[in-house]
């Protein structure tokens, strides 16, 4: 039986990688693929449908108020608009030339990615502050507070966090300066879920805005996230998302995320109208992230235990010289386990690259994590598998190593 994909002609993948977008993120529960059906059979209000997603996101995140995104990508975009324009209209119509409008965002030298580029997209220069010393193994520091301090001013939008354990200097210390200083503080949270505490986390620690991927492992739909914080720029965001073809006399938007009175007139369609969001987006990441509270570490973390245990096991029973395979409970403090190969043995080198290559070009295609490819290190984890996703992997392993 042929699946949607390979009826257009794509194969599909086992991923034992991770809820990659390359690979079209994980495998969607059956409650939130129901909910987005749903949503397709009905029309709605689109600002009311953000401000009823406004209020559950506000609930789970411990913010004044949250809209969904197309992607944590699309919340930098927005939420950096929304701390340039404030509730400004005139501002936003004039977006992305920023004449005469604050244009800066701070950003430490050692969080600098490839993802900021959504950041520069409304217009902005990114000011570096800090050497990344520590990031490249030649110091133990990063940024001082004293820096970014010193490099804040009157053209400064807000400053930029990405929110990684190893960040320095902490949040709530770059809050805090931030707030003295009249700034708002946008965070890049895309990736840091689970814990679930972390939903919370940067709200609590004193960031403005949060922007997380919904199509990660919330489980919503892979072109979903959401953006939270306070309720201000967070409208600002909406504002330069939505559809905006009215008269001012009857736009009517809901006044429990946007205040009409404080906009002189009704804002054309902003920067951020290419990051809309469907309603079937809206409904799925709102269901997904509903179940994802619903879930505690703890079971979410034995789930993927038993996966990784058996996937291991079956791994390690080809009786392979040439491969170990073990569980590493929780590697990068993310709480979600992973099953580390290594390829190789003192009696026969396998090249890992060869392996990948197997792994990819084989029917079913199986993609890994790649690591340390060099040195024979692979790593797979749970977190987009079925159960009979992990026979097949073992049974592909066997093939290419040549098991017995």
Not at 182 to 202: H, I, M, S, T, Y
Not at 380 to 391: G, I, K, T
Request: proline share 5%.
């Amino acid at each position: 039986m042929t699946n949607v994909f390979e009826r257009l002609g794509a194969a599909t993948l086992i991923n034992a990688y991770g809820p990659m977008t390359r690979f079209g993120g994980g495998i969607m529960g059956e409650e939130v693929a129901a909910a987005m059906r749903e949503a397709t059979q009905y029309c709605v209000d689109m600002p009311a449908l953000q401000a009823a997603a406004s209020r559950i996101i506000a609930d789970v995140t411990g913010a004044e108020a949250g809209i969904v995104t197309s992607g944590a990508s699309a919340g930098l975009l927005l939420g950096t608009a929304a701390c340039v324009t404030g509730l400004d209209a005139a501002k936003m119509n004039r977006l992305p030339d920023l004449t005469g409008m604050k244009n800066e965002i701070v950003v430490m030298r050692g969080q600098r990615n490839s993802y900021d580029r959504a950041l520069r997209a409304v217009g902005v220069t990114l000011v570096e502050v800090g050497v990344s010393d520590r990031a490249n193994g030649t110091g133990i520091r990063d940024a001082d507070l004293s820096e970014i301090r010193e490099a804040v001013g009157e053209r400064t939008a807000a400053i930029f966090y990405l929110a990684k354990p190893q960040a320095l200097p902490r949040l709530t210390e770059v809050a805090s300066l931030a707030h003295e200083l009249g700034v708002p503080v946008l965070v890049d949270a895309a990736a840091e879920l689970p814990p679930l505490a972390n939903l919370k986390r940067f709200i609590a620690e004193g960031a403005d805005l949060v922007a997380f991927s919904g199509g990660k492992m919330i489980g919503g739909p892979q072109g979903s996230g959401l953006l939270c914080g306070r309720r201000d720029l967070v409208a600002a965001a909406l504002l330069q998302q939505l559809d905006l073809d009215y008269t001012y006399d009857e736009w009517n938007p809901p006044p429990a995320l946007i205040d009409k009175q404080r906009l002189q007139g009704v804002p054309r369609h902003g920067v951020g109208r290419s990051c809309k969001t469907g309603k079937e987006q809206i409904v799925g990441l709102l269901t997904a992230l509903q179940v994802f509270a619903r879930e505690s570490d703890r079971d979410r973390e034995a789930r993927w235990q038993t996966l990784a245990e058996r996937l291991a096991g079956l791994l390690q029973g080809l009786s392979s010289p040439s491969l170990a395979a073990r569980v590493i409970a929780d590697p990068d403090g993310s709480g979600i386990p992973v099953v580390e190969l290594r390829l190789g043995s003192a009696r026969r080198h396998v090249n890992g690259r060869e392996v990948l290559h197997g792994l990819r070009s084989g029917s079913p295609r199986i993609e890994v994590n790649p690591w340390r490819p060099e040195e024979g290190l692979l790593i797979l984890s749970p977190a987009c598998l079925r159960e009979d996703d992990v026979p097949a992997i073992a049974k592909r392993f066997g093939e290419i190593l040549g098991a017995s």
